[in-house]
């Protein structure tokens, strides 16, 4: 039965290649979409009539299209650069100790608070969770009641459950978000949870693809 809740169905795109030990952030990077059973396990799992949102990155783009070929009917998805993964600005493509090397006083800066502290030319996870906050309150509003599902960036998914829970950047920063995973959360209108203006709960964070994993 309808009750007004809108429920995000939030993926985190397939393993990424080529990139062992770097940084890769909003980098576009190559994924590895050879796991034809995870792919057939979240086409029979995610809401195929909702709308479908993905990052402007191909590794989200292409993971939503492998889900789609799995036997998934959807619309095309709508591409919004607000679901990105975090930029690392001139860090991107680095090593965490090639960073220290290249510029140590701006390294151990950016370590007194990591999750405030922007990278240079880059933005901090506090940044992320606003950015990605503002697209999850649009989205909510305009699909009231449905479901949505949204492929993105391991970033991005923390980003989304710390808004909805208004988490401290560090807090949020300490989930979990495993590579073809599913985490959903759930806007409930007025007079069913608490509050004026609904409230978020959280269904599940993390689960896999794979249920044996």
Same mark, same amino acid.
């Given at each position: ?79 919004? =650069?607000? &679901? !990105?993964? *975090? ?12 960073? +220290?090397? #290249? ?19 880059? =933005?901090? &996870? !506090?940044? *992320? ?12 509003? +305009?699909? #009231? ?69």
């Amino acid at each position: 039965m309808y009750d007004g809740t809108t429920r995000w169905w939030l993926v985190r795109h397939a393993p990424v290649v080529g990139v062992q030990g770097k940084i890769y952030g909003a980098d576009d990077v190559e994924c590895d979409l050879s796991d034809l059973q995870s792919f057939q396990n979240l086409a029979k799992r995610l809401p195929g009539s909702a709308p479908w949102y993905t990052s402007h990155l191909s590794r989200a783009k292409l993971t939503a299209q492998s889900i789609r070929n799995a036997g998934l009917e959807t619309k095309d998805p709508v591409i919004d =650069e607000r &679901f !990105a993964e *975090q930029s690392f600005g001139d860090w991107q493509g680095s090593s965490w100790d090639e960073m +220290r090397a #290249a510029d140590p006083k701006t390294y151990d800066a950016f370590w007194a608070d990591p999750t405030r502290n922007r990278t240079p030319n880059g =933005e901090s &996870f !506090a940044d *992320q969770i606003a950015r990605v906050g503002a697209a999850i309150d649009e989205y909510t509003e +305009r699909h #009231a009641g449905s479901d949505i599902v949204c492929v993105s960036h391991g970033g991005t998914v923390r980003a989304a459950i710390s808004h909805a829970l208004g988490l401290d950047p560090a807090a949020g920063m300490a989930i979990t978000v495993h590579t073809l995973s599913v985490s959903v959360i759930e806007h409930v209108p007025d007079g069913l949870l608490r509050g004026k203006g609904g409230a978020w709960r959280i269904v599940h964070v993390n689960r896999p693809a794979r249920e044996d994993h």
